[in-house]
């Protein structure tokens, strides 16, 4: 039996964005809880399409088709928009 997983490439790329983008000095007030995190690409996530896969080959090609210029342009796009709406409405106190 393979251990062949289905994974999500814009999942991947989001949520390394996010954990860059935290850490940076833009966002050094922002809320570093993992909810907070989680909250922000959920958001972003749900504004951006899947790309699902099914092995390795998959997803290298998939993750070289979206790491163009526009492709990560939208991508910070929608994480920064989530940003903003987490932290103006963050779902903890």
Same mark, same amino acid.
Do not use: W
């Given at each position: 039996?393979?251990?062949i997983k289905l994974v999500?490439v814009? @999942?991947? =790329?989001?949520?390394?964005l996010? *954990?860059f983008l935290l850490?940076?000095?833009?966002y050094?007030?922002?809320c570093?809880c993992?909810?907070?995190?989680m909250?922000?690409?959920? !958001? ?9 896969v099914?092995s @390795?080959?998959s997803r290298?090609a998939?993750?070289?088709q979206?790491?163009?210029?526009e492709? =990560? @342009? @939208? =991508?910070?796009?929608? !994480? !920064? ?9 963050? *779902?903890?106190s």
């Amino acid at each position: 039996m393979s251990n062949i997983k289905l994974v999500n490439v814009t @999942e991947e =790329i989001v949520m390394g964005l996010v *954990s860059f983008l935290l850490h940076g000095v833009q966002y050094q007030t922002f809320c570093h809880c993992k909810q907070c995190e989680m909250d922000v690409a959920a !958001i972003a996530l749900n504004s951006l399409p899947a790309r699902y896969v099914a092995s @390795e080959e998959s997803r290298d090609a998939a993750f070289n088709q979206m790491n163009t210029p526009e492709s =990560i @342009e @939208e =991508i910070n796009k929608q !994480i !920064i928009r989530a940003l903003h709406l987490v932290k103006q409405y963050p *779902s903890h106190s």
